[in-house]
């Protein structure tokens, strides 16, 4: 079945610094990827759309500069958290959609980022 | 945009018996409803999808019902075991090219042994 990876699974960061989390499909090509963030206990939240060569597409209320998206080919996007602050702290986790697919979206394992 | 509710929050069943989670959707364009399950600490996996196209659908012991009228579908779960503890989380997407989805609040199930 499709494979969605991401990398790190989870990484402890101090204030000020940025990180970066790579999301990547590994048999199949995905179009769009979406980046969710998850608070303890919560649902997913929408944070961008991402589509391989060209800008991601965010949601109200997420800082686009804060929250940098790259999507450069169809098996990888990355979100770079810039500035990183303790309330930051999060799982985030994307997803792939087949591009063979119209609709069936696979989910990465999330990373656990914590800001100190 | 597309707003979708989940209940109930919690769901507590003793092994053996059904468990059955509800959602409502918004928007009357959303054509498309997975279900998916995640356990502490993992990633959503998907367990069964639906499209508006189809009023039912059903794998092993789970099924799904879905009433367009009423913008609700519905996860059934029967002869409920303890390793179907974990979240449940419905969403709901109109499809198209961006093929977003909305997610609920999420259900948490427990199941007694």
């Known amino acids: 079945g499709a494979v969605v990876s991401q990398h790190p699974s989870w990484v402890i960061c101090k204030s000020g610094t940025s990180v970066k989390i790579e999301c990547r499909s590994l048999?199949?090509?995905?179009?769009?990827m979406f980046w969710y963030r998850q608070f303890p206990k919560q649902s997913l939240m929408l944070m961008a759309t991402?589509?391989?060569?060209?800008?991601?597409?965010?949601e109200q209320g997420v800082e686009k500069d804060k929250f940098l998206i790259n999507h450069a080919s169809l098996t990888l996007s990355t979100l770079t958290v810039t500035s990183a602050h303790p309330e930051d702290s999060s799982f985030y986790i994307c997803?792939?959609?087949?591009?063979?697919?119209?609709?069936?979206?696979?989910f990465g394992p999330g990373t656990r980022l914590t800001v100190l | 945009g597309e707003n979708v509710e989940q209940h109930p929050s919690t769901l507590s069943v003793q092994e053996g018996d059904s468990a059955v989670i509800k959602c409502t959707y918004s928007d009357s364009a959303s054509n498309y409803f997975p279900w998916y399950k995640q356990e502490l600490g993992k990633r959503p996996q998907l367990i069964i999808d639906?499209?508006?196209?189809?009023g039912e659908k059903k794998d092993q012991r789970i099924a799904v019902t879905l009433n367009k009228t009423a913008k609700h579908f519905s996860l059934h779960i029967t002869e409920t075991q303890p390793e179907d503890s974990a979240v449940y989380f419905c969403?709901?997407?109109?499809?198209?090219?961006?093929?977003?989805?909305?997610f609920g609040g999420g259900t948490r199930l427990m199941v007694k042994p």
């Open positions: 048999d199949f090509q995905a179009t769009t």
């Open positions: 969403a709901a997407s109109l499809g198209n090219a961006g093929n977003m989805l909305t």
């Open positions: 997803s792939a959609r087949d591009a063979s697919s119209t609709d069936t979206q696979y």
């Open positions: 639906i499209r508006s196209n189809v």
């Open positions: 991402s589509n391989e060569g060209s800008k991601a597409t965010y």
